[in-house]
Structures are given as structure tokens and as C-alpha cells.
């Protein structure tokens, strides 16, 4: 998880502030205070503890992260959270409905995996009527950086989907695998959170059939809003732009397939030592979409997880 630093070594900080001022017959318990900080600092490890408020007052599982972007799913050891999440897109002759429900499980202090199963809601999309896109995803923490106030994670995120989309309609299985590798750094300190997360996805062929590979470019900023009742409740402003290459169908190009879009939007974080929710909505700011297809207006996002 996000490494920390002994709150202790604050404690002793401020002890030895106050008493710097006193009389020089005290020198000698400064330079001890001084000498024992030094060694605390040194010996400060990934167990330390941080200040915890604002943003930081909850374990790492429950503090806050993106609702719309990839990656910053880092939490303790033998963690364990259930996810169940619903979104609902809108626009001109277009209504997409989805339904997730996944698993997260810290297998170190530094690597999590994300088990997801999206389930298509049969009456919005009749062709899709099956579990479809399933996919195991490892995030690893190569880089942590952190002091008293705020934590600092570069991590790397790998997944492989087993995909069902519409070009896939008249074949009975599955497509060939897709594989997702990205990068995410993230700044989240007591008030402010930020982050920022470029990745793509490379789309494999079956018969000369396939998607088109997608990348990503993704940015966020919030801010804390209070700890009510000893809760996070924290604002985000997401920016989302994903740019998708033309599918191939029987090896010829798609002319109706790709885009490339940017959203922005706003999220709230809501949560506890048990439960987090995160509740958000994206629109779309450049929308060029390749051939004849339906533009979005507006994506709603709800997730909820529970940490067991």
C-alpha cells in the first residue's frame, strides 16, 4: 500500500520544538531528543503511520480514488472488497446499461487483483444477454513516497479480458483476448488529491476480426470536504479522453467504428471503515466519431464496495 512514515517521529518533532527555547542546561536532552528522532527517521518503514485526517483518515481501502479512470486499487494485505457497480449512458438512438460486480484482494502490501464480471442487462441490450468482458486485472506499487500529510504511488496495471462485443454476434465463442497495460501516479495529502493515468488496450484478432486497439489519457483532481461522523466525503473533477482505433471485420476496416472522445465530469466520495460509495457524472467536451454512429450525451456512474 501507500508507504507511510512514523507519526511518532511528528510527535517527537513537536516535543523537541518546545523545548529548544528552555534553558541551556537542557542541551543535553535536545541532542538526545535529536539524536533519537534522527534514528527514528531512519528506521521508518511501510508500517508507519501518517496523520490521519481529511483524505488520510481512513485505511488505504477506503480512501478516495477515481471512479471513471483505471488503476489506484492498492490496499493492505489479505484485504478483501466486493464491488457492485452500475453505469447508464444516453444519448441520440443510444441507451447502454451495465452492471459489474467484482473482487479486490491485496496479495502483498504493494500488489492487489481485481476480479470483474460485467453482466449486461438483457432487456437494454438483447444481443449481449451473457456475462461478457471478463477480466482479472494485477496492479503493482513500484514507487512510494510519502511524509506526514500526504502519500505519493506510481503503480503499474496489467489485465487480460475475454471480450463479447457486437462485431462478435454471429460467431458463438468469444474473441481472442484483449490485454490492458497502464500507469497511474497519484498525490493524495489531507485536502488534495490528484492524479494521472495514460494506458492502452490492444485488441488481438480472430479470423481477421477484432476491435481496434484503445488508449487512454486520464487526469483528476479533488478536494476534501470534511469527515463527518469520521467519514471521507471528497470532490473530483475527472477528465477522461479515449481514442479507439477502426474495428477489422473478414481482415477489411470498419468505416463505422472508432472514436476519439474527451469527458469531463464531476464524483463525490462517501466513506467508512466498512463501505465506500462514489456516485458521478461524465459529459462529453469533443466527440469525433468515426462514420455512422451514436453519439453520448451523458455517462452515470454508481459504485459501492464493502470491505470484509
Sequence with gaps: MKQKFLFSCYLKYIQIMKITWRPVRRSFSVAGSLGLLFFQLLS???NANYIKSGNLALPASQMPGPLFSFGQN???KNDLLGFFYVSHEKGKNLTVNDVFVSLLYGITENCSIFFNVPIT???QNPQLNDVQDLNAQIEYAFYNKSNFTALNQATIVAHIALPKDRISINSKGFLNPSFFIG???SHLAIDWYYFISPGATFNT?????GLGNEFFYQFGLGRNIGNPGGWILTWIIEFDGTYRQRDKINGKINPNSGHNVIALGPVLWLSSQRISIEFGAQFPILQ???GNQPKSSYLIELDINWKF
Design 44 to 46: 521508518a518503514t511501510d
Design 74 to 76: 492498492i490496499v493492505d
Design 121 to 123: 442487462n438483457p432487456r
Design 183 to 185: 500507469l497511474t501516479y
Design 205 to 209: 484478432l480472430k479470423k481477421n476480426t
Design 288 to 290: 469525433q466519431i468515426f
